[in-house]
């Protein structure tokens, strides 16, 4: 297998309204993330992914841009932004950009003359159809509630907007957007920065006759459906031609709606396209098909199916990216792990053990690295995420799919926002992320749960992500290692073990309260502790007890 460094790199996201107020404005900043780089060094990540910092109304937190050349007003100006990444540099950790290019805000420069006129120069830079039959044009619906179609009554036409109807979505088949999209890009690469996440690339191309797809609870279909279309591929490889063979970078598509067949061909090694893609199979397992508002909960024997098809079915072939969070998903400890005070560290801790030991790049999202949990909110006004605020209001109100009090519970189990409140620095005042009012709640657990006294503590869930961050850049079995299942069958324990030529390891996780036992293969039986989540370490033999929620490496 090749050896790339960004094989070998851990990614550490930030999502910068949430991370770092440095002028008391209640609302995270670059200079905030600047201050804050010593942090990231002492972690031990070097890649540093920054959800968008463009200009923006903010409709979707940034992820709505009205001008991909420049920093958003509350973030700090372009001077702040060529500081920051000179930190970065400085710190040996590199930048990778979001690039947000399968919709634009509706206050972008080129939908404001889109919608225009028919005959605008700009029409064609996005998705117009008349009505059919006096309604939208088919039956697919926004990620956030409701239609993906909005009426225009200036040309009397429907545009498509996947996401809020302040995001319309461009129309990647006009070679111009195209153009416009690989000049920006190159734009930033000449500025310095090493890479690009890529939001919803999956979606960029549509079928021309935009067919209509199943139905699911709200009655419109999943705004899925356009993922892997006719032309991603190639539009994909335009890219890499155009911009991403200019320089060294790191890319990864976020590619909802992909399949394994799919994801060879985005992320394979003849690095034709992207590096490795996310793919979100792993985040279903705790879903109803199409639904993610439930009590469901996830199935270990499901995770580890899931999991280990991605391993094996990149092999060789492609890359893996590997996570449990990111700003869309709740709290991996409150979800997979165990968030009361007894079990916080030790679950929080043998998550990170499962997926760090795998193969693939992996990301760890902000405040993860501290064990931060799901927020306990109370009502519906202290939300902000336009996902969570619209689902209420159609599902609730207007459907009547559910009561108010079953939304609340699924709110507070799967709600974006869990894992955008502040970052919790220190036991002060708003967690020390901010001396002004915060734009959102802070978790009310931060004098627990903060970086300053995990920091201090040598056996903290910090500095058990540090120690998996180090073992990774020193072993190559963690990063090229081959993956195989144990124990399939098994509801409570995940084991694999990652094989380099003579070298091999044990990976054991126990997810659960319950005390078990695991048989160690023989060849482990004089192998050695690489980590552990308790600090007693277990003699071992034929067997090991498994205490409630340890997992440990076993090197042979
Ligand atoms: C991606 C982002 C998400 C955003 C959406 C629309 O899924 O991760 O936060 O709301 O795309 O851009
Ligand atoms: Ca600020």
Avoid at 72 to 88: I, P, S, V
Avoid at 171 to 187: A, H, I, L, S, T
Avoid at 435 to 463: C, R
Wanted: aromatic share 12%; charged share 30%.
């Amino acid at each position: 297998m090749e050896k790339r460094w960004w094989k070998e790199s851990v990614v550490y996201q930030i999502y910068p309204r949430s991370f770092k107020d440095s002028n008391g404005d209640g609302i995270g900043d670059l200079n905030g993330i600047t201050e804050k780089m010593g942090y990231l060094k002492e972690l031990g990540i070097n890649v540093l992914w920054l959800s968008p910092v463009y200009k923006s109304p903010n409709d979707d937190n940034g992820y709505d841009i009205s001008d991909y050349q420049a920093i958003m007003d509350e973030f700090g100006t372009m001077e702040d932004f060529d500081r920051m990444l000179a930190a970065a540099h400085e710190n040996g950790i590199k930048l990778v950009m979001d690039l947000v290019v399968n919709h634009t805000s509706d206050e972008h420069p080129w939908f404001v003359e889109s919608r225009k006129s028919v005959d605008n120069p700009y029409r064609d830079y996005y998705i117009w159809r008349p009505a059919k039959d006096g309604k939208e044009p088919n039956n697919w619906g926004s990620c956030f509630s409701g239609p993906a179609w909005q009426y225009d009554e200036q040309t009397e036409m429907y545009y498509l907007h996947l996401f809020s109807k302040k995001q319309p979505d461009l129309n990647w088949d006009n070679p111009k957007v195209r153009q416009e999209v690989f000049d920006m890009m190159n734009w930033w690469l000449k500025k310095g920065v090493d890479g690009f996440r890529m939001d919803v690339i999956s979606l960029i191309s549509k079928k021309p006759d935009l067919p209509d797809g199943p139905v699911g609870i709200n009655g419109y279909a999943s705004f899925n459906e356009p993922a892997n279309g006719p032309h991603v591929h190639e539009y994909l490889q335009e890219m890499r031609e155009k911009v991403l063979n200019n320089a060294d970078t790191i890319t990864v598509g976020e590619c909802s709606g992909v399949t394994l067949e799919e994801a060879k061909k985005y992320a394979s090694s003849d690095e034709k396209e992207l590096n490795m893609v996310f793919q979100f199979e792993h985040m279903d397992v705790d879903a109803d098909a199409n639904n993610k508002w439930t009590d469901k909960k996830m199935d270990l024997r499901d995770m580890k199916q899931v999991l280990t098809k991605w391993q094996k079915g990149l092999e060789e072939i492609a890359w893996n990216s590997l996570f449990w969070e990111n700003h869309d998903q709740p709290r991996s400890i409150s979800r997979y792990g165990n968030d009361s005070k007894e079990y916080h560290d030790v679950s929080a801790k043998m998550l990170a053990t499962c997926l760090h030991m795998m193969q693939g790049t992996p990301y760890v999202y902000q405040g993860e690295e501290l064990g931060m949990t799901n927020v306990p909110f109370e009502s519906i006004d202290q939300f902000r995420d336009l996902d969570s605020i619209n689902a209420y209001h159609e599902l609730v109100e207007d459907q009547k799919v559910f009561t108010h009090e079953e939304m609340m519970r699924y709110l507070r189990y799967k709600s974006r926002d869990n894992a955008r409140t502040p970052f919790q620095w220190d036991s002060s005042e708003n967690a020390g992320f901010t001396t002004g009012t915060p734009w959102i709640m802070v978790n009310p657990n931060y004098k627990q749960i903060n970086a300053q006294a995990q920091l201090e503590d040598p056996d903290s869930v910090f500095h058990y992500y540090q120690k998996l961050i180090q073992l990774r850049k020193e072993k190559d079995i963690i990063v090229y290692g081959t993956y195989d299942l144990l124990l399939p069958d098994s509801k409570e324990i995940y084991a694999y073990t990652r094989t380099l030529g003579e070298e091999k390891l044990l990976v054991v996780c126990n997810f659960y309260e319950n005390e078990t036992e695991v048989e160690i293969p023989e060849e482990f039986r004089n192998g050695r502790y690489l980590i552990c989540n308790y600090k007693e370490q277990q003699p071992i033999g034929e067997k090991v007890k498994l205490r409630a929620y340890e997992s440990f490496v076993i090197e042979k």
